[in-house]
């Protein structure tokens, strides 16, 4: 039913937007970075939509500006968003009904910030008297709401050029929103030693180049999150 | 059109196949179960470690002191986010804090 499909777009726009508020302050940063690194305006304007990746494009940024080669760039890229291949998979089965053309369209919206609103929607239990939340329309909501923000903070960024002190720290908006993301959901002790080794092993990890510390701090984070579950030899979950 | 557009444009395929491929076919190539609870345990550790890095270091050394305002206002933020699970509240009181800590340290 139209109304509905409208209903289940603007819940996701409605979860998503509490997001934007720390992506604005980092999509505005980026703007001003691209710019202070000499990048044409329209390429950093490129960037946001063509690649729409934050730390991607300011890793590119920041070895554009030292120089790096385009191939070191291209890895650094595919290490980074290695992530999404994850987030990918994890969203697979609840949009495997839809035609093709979502598929591509979903797959492009697929953002950190995107996933982690989607994700907690489509694992929440049913609440009674609701019809299933795994809707393709509230993932188009989430990801467009984000995308948007992405973009039209990034214009800003670039027109406004370097008129936002540093000294303002807006930076930390993005820490501070992978905290409210990431803090609520430790209840379990898989979780919360996931969390915990992925932390420290990225504190140890920071001198490794092009971010690989933070694909290895990943890997160990989720390997001892698997295995605090066997020892708390958790009953075998269904495959979903 | 220059080396850098084709960089961009590089960087945007890259991207997207990585968050396309298991979409179009993790149907055929299924991955394996530990790999599948290993899933759900991805963005605490990933998002972690973003974080923690950026709490902990200034200039690549380890500060664990009052000294620290970054420290000071994710930990406050941390247990806004635990109380509230809030996301507005989490980036009010963090960047509030690291405005007066940085101003009371300076």
Redesign the interface.
Known sequence: MPDEGRSEFLAGVRAEL??C??VLPFGLIFGVVAIGAG??PG?GL??SS????G??QFM?VQL?HGGAS?LI??AA??VI?????????????Y??PLPGRW??L???L?T?EA??VV?TRFQSPPVPGRPPSADHRFFLGAGLTLWATWQLSTAAGVFLGAQIPASW?LD???????????????RDG???A??????????LG??APYHL??IL???????A??AV?RRGRAPA?P?? | MSGLWWLVVGMGAITFALRLLPILFSDRADLPPILRRGLRMVPAAVLSALIVPDLLLRDGQVVVSAANPRLLAGLLAALVAWRTKNIALTLIAGMVALWLAAAVLA
Not at chain 1, 50 to 53: D, G, L, S, Y
Not at chain 1, 172 to 186: D, E, H, N
Not at chain 1, 194 to 203: F, K
Request: aromatic share 10%.
């Open positions: 509490p997001i508020l720390g990048l044409p390429l490129a960037m063509i690649v729409f990746a730390s991607a590119a554009l385009a760039i291209l890229t595919f968003n290695l992530r999404h291949l994850l987030y990918s998979f994890s969203v697979a089965p949009v495997q598929k591509w979903l797959a492009y697929l950190d996933y982690a994700i720290s930390f908006a993005l820490s501070l929103t992978f905290i409210a993301l990431v803090v609520p959901g430790l898989p979780t919360i996931a969390a915990l080794v992925g932390g420290l092993v990225a504190v920071a001198a510390g933070l701090a990943a890997l160990c984070g989720v390997a999150g698997l579950e979950e495959a979903a």
